[in-house]
């Protein structure tokens, strides 16, 4: 009796069978969806940048941190004065001294954005959620102070983080999912918003973290519009010659005759 023997060009057991088996299944689910310096340059990079300021602010003089941090939060005061640098500093530090639950926010909602749209449109939704959630949330807080409702200091309080640009990134996640998809990722952006809310009782995240999650989510038909005109990718983990359409006939050289035609 003779043992069946590969056919040539695949590799036999065991690892044909880890390359057709494994590979298409479960293993490449996970490590397509891994962040990797080139499929999350920017979530890598702000996490980079997020990271060495937390480290900053655990090593440094406290007053050092508290006046760097102070200089570029985006309270009131700062953005009357300094609107651009408030804007854009304030997104560098983290409220607190703890770095890694940002590790899985941006995991969990920046990279699987940015997979899919890119890392400019990423940015972008991230910008435009911190932007807009900072801008009428300080805007209700000045309006809050000119009409008497709070005192003065509220001008001055810091406001410092990364949750605005989160939010939006959630938000416009959900609308790249199928609809059960973004069924419960909508749910549960609104109980970690609502939580917040709770939690803080704070007019600032009481008005800018909703506003910053409504703002992925009005992304949506941007997003949906470049989604669907992107090129497709070859299905992981098969070699690239299957991945290619096979031809019925092979093509005629170039000069050679052609039946039919003199």
Do not use: C, K
Not at 104 to 123: D, H, I
Not at 174 to 185: I, K, Q
Not at 195 to 207: C, H, M, P, S
């Amino acid at each position: 009796m003779t043992e069946r023997q590969a056919p040539a060009g695949r590799g036999g057991p065991p690892y044909g069978m880890l390359r057709a088996g494994l590979r298409t299944g479960a293993v490449d689910w996970i490590l397509a969806r891994v962040p990797t310096l080139r499929r999350n340059p920017f979530a890598l990079g702000y996490l980079a940048v997020v990271g060495a300021t937390t480290t900053f602010a655990g090593l440094a003089d406290p007053e050092l941190v508290l006046r760097l941090q102070e200089a570029s939060s985006s309270d009131g005061h700062n953005l009357l004065r300094h609107p651009l640098r408030a804007l854009l500093f304030s997104g560098f530090w983290v409220a607190g001294p703890v770095w890694m639950p940002y590790l899985w926010a941006f995991a969990f909602t920046v990279a699987p954005l940015e997979r899919r749209v890119g890392p400019g449109r990423a940015a972008a939704v991230f910008g435009a959620g911190h932007v807009a959630a900072t801008l009428l949330s300080q805007g209700v807080v000045v309006v809050a102070v000119e009409a008497g409702r709070l005192e003065p200091a509220a001008m001055d309080h810091l406001d410092i983080g990364v949750s605005y640009g989160v939010l939006a990134s959630l938000g416009a996640l959900a609308g790249l999912l199928r609809p059960a998809g973004r069924t419960a990722v909508l749910a549960l952006a609104v109980v970690l918003v609502a939580e917040q809310i709770a939690a803080d009782r704070d007019l600032v995240t009481g008005v800018g973290h909703p506003v910053a999650l409504l703002a992925g989510v009005a992304l949506w038909r941007w997003l949906r519009r470049w989604e669907g005109h992107r090129p497709r990718r070859a299905p992981v983990g098969l070699p690239a010659e299957l991945s290619r359409p096979a031809s019925t006939s092979p093509a005629p050289a170039r000069g050679a005759a052609v039946p039919g035609r003199s």
